[in-house]
């Protein structure tokens, strides 16, 4: 895999106005491997929005993108947010 990406710490300040919360250490669990692991390790693309991935099977974790003016986000998996 050759295409650049950050790690999930490079979009935290646009997933915590999302969901009003500090996500970096959010724990997913993942829908098809089942890996729990923090928001921050997981690897986050830029294009025409934002994919962020599993680090473990590389699966879609989250999708944020604009469309028609729209904010659309789409969340895969299971969030533990507050602590
Ligand atoms: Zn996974």
Redesign the pocket.
């Known amino acids: 895999m050759d295409e650049q990406h950050l790690d999930g710490n490079g979009i935290a300040g646009l997933l915590g106005e999302i969901a009003a919360a500090e996500m970096t250490t959010v724990l997913r669990t993942?829908?098809?491997?089942?890996?729990r692991r923090a928001i921050g390790e997981h690897r986050a693309y830029h294009s025409a929005g934002v994919v962020l991935r599993?680090?473990?099977?590389?699966?879609v974790?989250l999708v944020i993108g604009v469309q028609e003016q729209q904010l659309v986000v789409a969340w895969y998996?299971t969030y533990e947010i507050g602590r």
């Open positions: 993942c829908q098809s491997c089942g890996n599993c680090p473990a099977c590389d699966d974790a998996g």
